[in-house]
C-alpha cells in the first residue's frame, strides 16, 4: 500500500480546493425535480414522434439541463442564483414539430417558469391542474394541439399572467368570469375552439389589447369590452345584437365580426374610429351603414367588408371621404339606386378593390369606371346596370330590370310602413 505524506499546509491548500470544486459543482446542479419534471414530460411524448433533428432528441439526462451546452436540452431556459441555491428551469418552449402525447401533472412541479410555449405540437387529453402551481408564469401558449376540457376555474390564481394562446383546440364550456382577475393580460386567444354560452365582462382586463375568440360557439351580445384593445377578433360564431358599444373603443385597429348575427345598423362612430384600419362585418344581419358627412378626412380606414348582410338604400355616397380606403366589399346586400359617380373617380386613387356585384342598382356605368390608373379587383355583375363589357368590372350576367324597379318600389314600401 501507499501512504499518502503531505505537508500540513499543502493538505490543507489542496483538500480546501477539492471542497471548493464540489461545492461549485453541487450548487449550479438543476433542482432535482426540475429534471423529474422534464424527464417526465419526454416519457409522456410518443418516441415515435420525436423527429431525429427536434428539441427532444437533445435531452441527454447523463447531463444536468442546466449545465450543459448550447447544444443540448435545446427548448429551456436557466437560473444561475447566488449562493448556494440550485438553478431552476424558467422557460419551458418545445418545436412545433408535432410531438404527440399528454401534458404530465409532474409539470406544475416546475414552479419558477414565466414561459410555457408546447404550440404546434399533437399533445391531448386535459391539461393538468397542477398547472395552476406555476404563480410565475407570464406566458403560456398550447395553441393548436388537441387539448380537451374547459378553461380552468383556477387560472385567475396566476395573477402574473401577460398572454394566454389556447387557440386552435378542443376546448369547451364557457369562458370563466374569473378571467377578468388577471389583470396583468395583454393578449388572450381562444379561438378555433369549442367555447360556449355567453362572454363573461373583460372591463377590467385594463391591459388588455388582444382578444381573439374567433371560431367558437359563443352566443349573446358583446359584452363591456376593456377601453384599450387594439384587435377585436369574434368572426365565426352565434353572436346577436347591435355593436354600438365599440364607438368607445378608441384604440382599436382591427376588427373583425364577420359570421355572426349581429343585426341593426354598422354604426357611423364605428366607421369613425380614429385608428381603424381594418373593419369586417361580412355575413351578418345588418341592415343599414351609417357615413356621415364629416367623417372620413384623416381615417386610417383601409379596409371595409359589409359583404352578405341585409344592407339596404343608396351606396353610402361619402364613402369616397375615406383617404386611405384600399379595399371595399359591399356585395351581396340589397342596395338599390345608382353607383355614385365618386366611386369611379376613387378606382385606383386609392381603391384596389371594388365589389358592389348582387345587389340591386340601376343606371348607366360611368365610362370612368374603365379608364382607372391601376387594375382593379371587384365585380359590378348581377345588378340591373347598363354596363358595357369592355369595363372589366361589368363582366358577369346583369338582372333584368324589373328586378331592381319591383325590389326598390317593394323597399320604398316596406320602409314606409315600418
Excluded at 391601376?374 to 358577369?396: E, W
Amino acid at each position: 500500500m501507499h501512504s499518502f505524506d503531505c505537508s500540513s499546509s499543502s493538505c490543507v491548500i489542496f483538500f480546501a480546493a477539492i471542497l471548493s470544486f464540489l461545492l461549485t459543482f453541487s450548487h449550479s446542479l438543476t433542482l432535482q425535480s426540475d429534471i423529474e419534471a422534464l424527464q417526465s414530460l419526454k416519457l409522456s411524448v410518443d418516441p415515435n414522434m420525436i423527429p431525429p433533428s427536434s428539441y427532444l432528441t437533445t435531452w441527454d439526462f447523463s447531463a444536468d439541463p442546466c449545465e450543459t451546452s448550447g447544444s443540448k436540452f435545446l427548448g429551456i431556459l436557466c437560473s444561475f442564483p447566488q449562493g448556494n441555491s440550485t438553478s431552476r428551469i424558467t422557460a419551458l418552449e418545445l418545436d412545433s414539430v408535432g410531438y404527440e402525447g399528454f401534458l404530465p401533472p409532474r409539470i406544475g412541479t416546475l414552479t419558477a417558469l414565466t414561459t410555457l410555449d408546447l404550440s404546434g405540437n399533437k399533445f391531448r387529453g386535459p391539461v393538468p391542474e397542477t398547472i395552476k402551481n406555476l404563480n410565475k408564469l407570464t406566458r403560456i401558449s398550447l395553441s393548436g394541439n388537441f387539448f380537451t376540457g374547459g378553461i380552468w376555474t383556477w387560472i385567475y390564481r396566476l395573477k402574473k399572467l401577460e398572454r394566454i394562446n389556447l387557440s386552435g383546440n378542443q376546448l369547451s364550456g364557457r369562458i370563466p368570469a374569473r378571467i377578468s382577475k388577471l389583470r396583468r393580460l395583454t393578449h388572450l386567444s381562444l379561438s378555433n375552439n369549442e367555447f360556449s354560452q355567453r362572454i363573461p365582462s373583460l372591463y377590467a382586463l385594463e391591459n388588455l389589447q388582444t382578444l381573439e375568440l374567433d371560431s367558437n360557439i359563443l352566443i349573446g351580445s358583446l359584452p363591456k369590452l376593456p377601453s384599450g384593445l387594439t384587435t377585436l377578433r369574434l368572426s365565426h360564431n352565434k353572436l346577436t345584437g347591435h355593436i354600438t358599444s365599440l364607438v368607445d373603443l378608441e384604440h382599436l385597429l382591427y376588427i373583425d365580426l364577420s359570421d355572426n348575427w349581429f343585426s341593426g345598423p354598422v354604426n357611423r362612430g364605428v366607421l369613425a374610429l380614429p385608428r381603424l384600419t381594418y373593419l369586417n362585418v361580412s355575413f351578418n344581419k345588418f341592415k343599414k351603414m351609417e357615413v356621415n358627412n364629416y367623417f372620413g378626412s384623416g381615417s386610417r380606414l383601409r379596409t371595409l367588408d359589409a359583404q352578405w348582410n341585409l344592407l339596404q338604400g343608396h351606396l353610402p355616397v361619402k364613402l369616397v371621404n375615406f383617404e386611405r380606403l384600399v379595399v371595399i366589399n359591399l356585395s351581396h346586400n340589397q342596395f338599390t339606386g345608382e353607383i355614385p359617380i365618386g366611386y369611379a373617380q376613387r378606382l385606383g386613387r386609392p381603391w384596389r378593390t371594388l365589389f358592389l356585384d348582387h345587389n340591386y342598382l340601376l343606371g348607366r356605368v360611368s365610362v370612368e369606371f374603365g379608364s382607372a390608373v391601376a387594375r382593379i379587383r371587384g365585380s359590378l355583375a348581377n345588378n340591373c346596370l347598363r354596363c358595357p363589357l369592355r369595363i372589366p368590372l361589368c363582366r358577369g350576367q346583369q338582372r333584368p330590370a324589373s328586378a331592381c324597379h319591383g325590389y326598390t318600389q317593394n323597399t320604398t314600401n316596406h320602409l314606409e310602413n315600418y
